[in-house]
Structures are given as C-alpha cells and as structure tokens.
C-alpha cells in the first residue's frame, strides 16, 4: 500500500513564475491538506480539501491556490513567486471526519532564484 | 509567543541515553501529534493522542490535558534516533494543526 506521494522531489524556479506541485494520498483516504516549512521553522498550514472543495485555509496570500481531483489527488499552486516562497512543501492526507490522523508525504523542496 | 512551544530547541546524548523532548499549549485540542522528520524532510507520524499515555517500542508519548503539556520520551536511545522531532496540537476550534518548531536530536555512539 503505498503511502502519501509527492511530485517532483526538488524544484528550482525563478522569481515571478508560477509552480504547481502534485501529492497523492494514502490510500482510502480523501482529505488533503498542505503545508510550507520554511528552513528551520514548523510546518505552516496552507489549505485544506475534501470532496474536491477547499475547506480550510491558513494565513497564505492568493497566490496559494489548490485543487482537488476525483480521485482525491490534489495539486498546489503558487503565481508569482517569491523568493521567500522557498521552502519544503508537505501534503498530508487523513480520512473524512476531523481528529482523524494525518499522514505525510516526504515533500517537494522549492528554490526560488 | 507560540501557540505550541517545545523544548529543548536541540538536544545531544550518547548511545543508551533516556531522552525527554516536552511540548506545552496554549490553544484547546481535540488531539496532539508528535512527528519525526529525518533530513531531507520526510515527515512520519509517531503518535496522536488525545490522554493519556501511547507506547511504540522504544518511545512513550504522554500528555496531560489539564496542564496542556505532552511529552516524547526515547527509552535506550540509538544513532538512528537522530532527527527533528515535531509537536502538533490540533486545533479544537478550527481542526487546524498548530506546529512547534522542533527539536533536532543528535544520539552519538
């Protein structure tokens, strides 16, 4: 059974360009969340999706925007990078109901030159 | 100040050593994460608890609510133990994860 996967592993893009990273969940599960880690900080949340809908959202500009697909896979994209965009981005995913436990995926490292 | 504070921020010990990382809230939780990532960033769940005590072989994890305060204890600690060690409250009011900064272990032979 595989678990919560992450595309691609690493990233470099230049300021200004726009990025979309790929996760998807273990299976049976249908709810994703991300979040961005910057170098030596905890995970921030960014967004939250279930039955394809954004259900919750942190404190990111709308330059975060994300989508969920039918088979519960889901996509993060970010316009007009900036340099401070640069971080490792985690995607978990957890069944349904709240209190369910989250799985992670091993992450997209994104540079931003 | 952090809604979800750990200490210690680092931590060394030798091969063998009992180990104590402590995670203290201030939110209310409807459950606590403690999480481990190694370099590189992958990021594997240990345990969720929401009272009491949870045990995985070597490593114990407990929490009191009324103090909102949990801890992580390795038990015979071992090199491959090395990694940043994650606190995680989930929010009861907006079932959003709180993080803590971590904190990186070192365990030398």
């Known amino acids: 059974d595989a678990g919560v996967t992450q595309s691609p592993t690493h990233l470099i893009k230049t300021r200004g360009q726009q990025v979309t990273l790929r996760c998807s969940p273990k299976?049976?599960?249908?709810?994703v969340s991300w979040y961005q880690q910057a170098l030596g900080q905890g995970p921030q949340f960014i967004f939250q999706?279930?039955?394809?809908?954004?259900?919750q959202r942190g404190n990111f500009p709308d330059r975060f925007s994300g989508h969920q697909f039918p088979n519960y896979s889901s996509e993060l994209n970010v316009n007009a990078l900036l340099l401070g965009d640069s971080a490792l981005y985690l995607c978990?995913?957890?069944?349904?109901?709240?209190?369910?436990?989250?799985?992670f995926g091993p992450g997209t490292r994104l540079t931003v030159l | 100040k952090n809604e979800v504070e750990q200490s210690p921020q680092n931590l060394t010990a030798q091969e063998g050593e009992f180990i104590t990382i402590n995670c203290s809230y201030s939110v209310g939780i409807s459950a606590l994460h403690w999480l481990q990532q190694h370099p590189g960033g992958g990021i594997v769940s240990l345990f969720m608890l929401s009272s009491g005590k949870k045990k995985h072989g070597r490593l114990i994890a407990t929490i009191n609510i009324q103090e909102k305060h949990s801890s992580l204890h390795i038990t015979a600690s071992h090199p491959r133990d090395s990694a940043v060690y994650i606190c995680a409250a989930l929010s009861y009011n907006t079932d959003k994860l709180i993080f803590g900064t971590g904190t990186r272990l070192q365990v030398f032979p």
């Open positions: 999706y279930y039955e394809e809908e954004e259900r």
């Open positions: 299976s049976g599960h249908d709810t």
């Open positions: 978990a995913s957890s069944s349904g109901t709240r209190d369910n436990e989250q799985f």
